[in-house]
């Protein structure tokens, strides 16, 4: 595990309890209201999906299941000021770094491909106290992203879906954690990706809380999140 990695986690108790999409069941997702709602609640993580427009500005959107997130993948093609008009109001990477807290990592989820390490590094630099983890869908974007904007950051692969033995063969050196599916969780996986000094992150979805404690249990080194992080019940499951 990487020095960097494990400064993020030091002292922190497990499993971590991450925001996503900012907190979205305390205000709309990815945003200002959502952050500043949830950070009472003291979450490890906040996860946020970072988009970009036609006039180069990082903003903050997913988009609903399933139109929605169809949807989002052409606002490259507009210029933020149209995209607010489109879907109303809209924070950017900006905006949102400067609401997060320094001592809660902040976990960004790229989804545009068009955004390059010039554009993240015009804003994260503006935060250097920040403890910021980088997630990708492809690996070499993501070994892009690591040659460009070097090792100060904390790497993630987001569920390697078809080429699971390409990603395993491939990824040493530039994932720092891989997030499976649970269908995934088999033992010589788990320990091939550790083999390569990657940690393994469990994805939510399908998986009922008993059985992550249960997988928690068995592998020390995974990281469980909660969607939409119902703050105020996590916290009481986690005490």
């Known amino acids: 595990m990487r020095s960097i990695l494990i400064k993020s986690i030091n002292g922190r108790k497990?499993?971590?309890v991450m925001a996503h999409m900012g907190g979205l069941s305390h205000g709309r997702p990815n945003s200002i209201q959502a952050i500043r709602n949830s950070t009472k609640y003291n979450p490890d993580i906040f996860e946020i999906d970072v988009r970009k427009s036609r006039d180069n500005i990082l903003f903050c959107h997913h988009g609903s299941l399933p139109f929605g997130i169809i949807f989002s993948q052409i606002l490259f093609l507009f210029r933020f000021n149209f995209i607010?008009?489109?879907l109303g109001q809209i924070n950017t990477l900006d905006e949102i770094l400067e609401a997060i807290p320094?001592?809660?990592?902040?976990?960004l989820d790229i989804k545009s491909g068009y955004i390059t390490s010039d554009d993240l590094l015009k804003v994260i630099?503006?935060?250097p106290a920040h403890q910021i983890w980088?997630?990708?869908?492809?690996?070499?974007?993501?070994?892009?992203?690591?040659?460009k904007l070097g090792e100060n950051y904390v790497y993630v692969f987001n569920r390697p879906i078809v080429f699971l033995n390409h990603f395993l063969n491939n990824s040493k050196g530039i994932a720092d954690i891989v997030q499976l599916f649970i269908w995934q969780w088999k033992e010589r996986v788990v320990q091939k990706v550790n083999s390569n000094?990657?940690?393994?992150?469990l994805a939510h979805w399908f998986v009922p809380l008993s059985r992550k404690y249960i997988i928690g249990k068995k592998y020390n080194n995974i990281w469980l999140t909660y969607d939409d992080l119902r703050l105020?019940?996590?916290s009481k499951q986690l005490s």
């Open 102 to 107: 320094q001592n809660i990592i902040v976990y």
């Open 134 to 147: 980088m997630a990708a869908y492809n690996l070499n974007y993501l070994k892009r992203l690591r040659a």
């Open 197 to 201: 000094g990657i940690e393994v992150h």
């Open 14 to 16: 497990m499993p971590l």
């Open 125 to 127: 630099n503006k935060y």
């Open 232 to 234: 105020t019940q996590t």
């Open 84 to 86: 607010v008009k489109l």
